[in-house]
Every structure is written in structure tokens, then in C-alpha cells.
Nanobody, 113 residues
């Protein structure tokens, strides 16, 4: 069983930056997929960015050029650097891990002046 713990959320003004971290522990497969998803009030959960153990990345169109996903395999940690934040980025951000279909508890990101 893999446990995921997110951190780094908070309140930031429009145009600001935040970096989210997701630390995985437990039985980590060497070949895996990790991603960041988000869910805003009244909306469905959506993919923000993903990264494979080999380093291949994928981004939602709405965050391309502003967000960067990265990982440190030695630390089993995935990061999401979020720049030029907009009010529409406000959501609970969740970390996700395959092949176990595991979710973290979520971290709130609020972008507001």
C-alpha cells in the first residue's frame, strides 16, 4: 500500500507562485505514474499534470507554460511548481499514483487578492 502526503498549498495573490510536494511512502514500484489533479467547488476532478518514472510529462492546456511537474525518484517525491497563478486555479489539489490507484488527502490552493 502506498501512502501519499501533499504539502505546499495556501493562499496566494494572482500572479504569484506556489510549489506543491507529494511524498510517497510504502511499496513503490520502480515503474510508475504520478500526477496532480484538482477539484474546484461544483466541478469534476481534472488532471493538471502527470509524470512517469521515466520523466515523460503531460499537462492540461489551461496550465501549460505556467506549471511544471518534476520528480525526485530517490526521495519518491513529486513536485508541482505553479507560477502566474490565476483565480481559476483555486481548487483542492490531489496527488495520484499508479499502478495502485492511490490518492493523497489533498491540499487547498486559493488564488485571491
Amino acid at each position: 500500500q502506498v501512502q501519499l502526503v501533499e504539502s505546499g498549498g495556501g493562499l496566494v495573490q494572482p500572479g504569484g507562485s506556489l510549489r506543491l510536494s507529494c511524498a510517497a511512502s510504502g511499496s513503490i514500484f520502480s515503474i510508475n505514474y504520478m500526477g496532480w489533479y484538482r477539484q474546484a467547488p461544483g466541478k469534476e476532478r481534472e488532471l493538471v499534470a502527470s509524470i512517469t518514472s521515466g520523466g515523460s510529462t503531460n499537462y492540461a492546456d489551461s496550465v501549460k507554460g505556467r506549471f511544471t511537474i518534476s520528480r525526485d525518484n530517490a526521495k519518491n517525491t513529486v513536485y508541482l511548481q505553479m507560477n502566474s497563478l490565476k483565480p481559476e486555479d483555486t481548487a483542492v489539489y490531489y496527488c495520484y499514483y499508479l499502478p495502485e490507484d492511490s490518492w493523497g488527502q489533498g491540499t487547498q490552493v486559493t488564488v485571491s487578492s
